[in-house]
């Protein structure tokens, strides 16, 4: 009798150190993960174009001239890698290192030194946001409608191109429109354990939905005090 064996997610391992590499491919593998790794942006690139992974461990600092932000950038521009969900590698630990992590297309982001435990958390909690199965169906607020089986949203008929992290935020606010959302419920909701992640990371990818609707984000509205709503109307 033949038996089928669900595949092991794919985690690209993007590290120049080769020490720090290894630690974290003998801790993904021992988790039950495929893990490889490339030390450069050249080598990384190869390995994308040959097997998508399911998940990006990107370092900040690369050698080549290419830094992590930079590669992180380049694969949310492109249609075959946008949705490929990237945790931002560093050793810089200061509130405007992070946000412009995250503003360079990062999902997440960890400072080094960091603990194995946590380094699993979060990529097991990445995944879990990822998971199709959580996303199978169709909602419509206004012009804007999204498609959760395609991973597709649409303005006015447009399809417009929105992150990983963002398309389940959008989601769940299109689920629930013209209602408040803290920060902290937004967390929980769409990050699920969140014991890792900052209340300001929400503002951040809020701020990148907008732009990724264009004109739909006026849609979102942030309440001062309080947290964000998407209206079901549009301003304009």
Request: hydrophobic share 45%; proline share 5%; with cysteine.
């Amino acid at each position: 009798m033949n038996v089928a064996f669900a595949p092991k997610p794919r985690v690209l391992v993007v590290e120049d150190q080769q020490d720090i590499a290894e630690l974290i491919l003998i801790h993904l593998r021992h988790e039950g993960f495929e893990a490889v790794a490339a030390e450069n942006g050249v080598a990384a690139q190869q390995e994308l174009n040959a097997i998508l992974p399911d998940l990006v461990l990107l370092d900040w600092m690369l050698p080549g001239g290419q830094s992590g932000l930079d590669l992180a950038r380049k694969w949310r521009a492109a249609p075959r890698t946008k949705n490929i969900p990237i945790i931002i590698l560093t050793a810089r630990g200061e509130e405007a290192d992070k946000i412009a992590g995250l503003d360079s297309g990062g999902d997440d982001y960890i400072t080094k030194p960091f603990s194995p435990a946590e380094l699993m958390a979060r990529i097991r909690a990445l995944l879990r946001r990822r998971a199709p199965e959580q996303l199978a169906d169709t909602v419509t607020v206004g012009e804007l409608s999204l498609d959760a089986a395609a991973l597709s949203v649409c303005h006015q008929g447009q399809e417009l191109p929105i992150g990983p992290t963002e398309f389940r935020l959008l989601h769940y606010l299109m689920k629930h429109p013209n209602r408040i959302h803290s920060r902290t419920a937004l967390l929980d909701r769409i990050w699920g354990d969140h014991v890792f992640i900052e209340e300001r990371t929400v503002d951040v990818h809020i701020k990148r939905l907008r732009a990724s609707l264009r004109k739909a984000g006026t849609m979102i509205e942030t309440v001062r005090g309080a947290g964000y709503r998407l209206r079901s109307k549009q301003d304009g």
